[in-house]
């Protein structure tokens, strides 16, 4: 499902079902101390990632968390990783074609209480309402929380820097199934010529929400390409 979000440079792998592979010492390390879940879904994690690494005809190698927890690939490569209670994906592209990737999977389910409100904007929220009642089949509230992972998953390789819930306004095409996340930066970030704006495609799957960006290698992304493409709403 994943794959379809994506355009075809990206190659993904995803699984439903917990794998069983041989660590290198390094990632065990990782997770020496955790819980058996957690050790887990960091396995699976990482046999996609291997999986993806063998279709693109690259050597497995360790792919260890960097700052923040951001996976650390090859030189030539983008990527992210993802999972949730049944479901673990990896998704990589050759640098020379896709600049970053975010992805997420989130259950489609509501969010717990109280959540939603420290993770968006009035206008959030007000398109959340309506698409409630309009598009039932879809956990709107929780969507939201699954882009803003994905834009961030997106942002913090690409550019280093943080990047909060409450600097995003998103809002969606529920009938195409893409979104836009608009970057609320100040005008330092700004200048570096860092992306203003994210576009991505969203799906449903097994009880899944899914969650993805690429942004091509040569994304114009300034402020003056941005500025011709704001966001027009929900549609």
């Given at each position: 499902m994943i794959s379809t979000l994506l355009p075809a440079a990206a190659v993904a792998v995803e699984s439903t079902v917990d794998r069983e592979i041989a660590l290198f010492p390094e990632e065990a390390h990782q997770v020496r101390n955790a819980v058996v879940g957690r050790q887990r879904e960091f396995t699976t994690v990482r046999w996609c990632a291997r999986q993806a690494l063998?279709?693109?005809g690259l050597p497995v190698v360790p792919i260890l968390p960097g700052r923040r927890g951001a996976p650390q690939w090859p030189g030539q490569l983008v990527g992210s990783?993802?999972?949730?209670?049944?479901?673990r994906a990896a998704v990589l592209a050759p640098r020379s074609e896709v600049s970053a990737i975010g992805i997420d999977a989130e259950p489609n389910a509501p969010l717990p209480d109280r959540v939603l409100d420290s993770?968006?904007?009035?206008?959030?929220r007000a398109w959340i309402e309506r698409l409630r009642w309009s598009a039932a089949d879809v956990a709107w509230d929780r969507l939201l929380f699954s882009i803003k992972e994905s834009v961030y998953k997106t942002w913090f390789p690409l550019m280093g820097r943080e990047l909060g819930f409450e600097d995003a306004i998103v809002t969606v095409d529920p009938e195409a199934r893409t979104f836009r996340a608009q970057l609320l930066l100040d005008r330092e970030v700004r200048a570096t010529g860092a992306p203003t704006w994210f576009d991505g495609r969203f799906g449903t799957a097994g009880g899944v929400l899914l969650t993805a960006i690429a942004l091509p290698a040569r994304q114009p992304g300034s402020p003056a390409d941005a500025d011709r493409h704001l966001p027009?709403?929900?549609r």
């Open positions: 063998g279709r693109l990783m993802t999972h949730c209670t049944g479901y993770i968006s904007h009035p206008e959030e027009s709403g929900v």
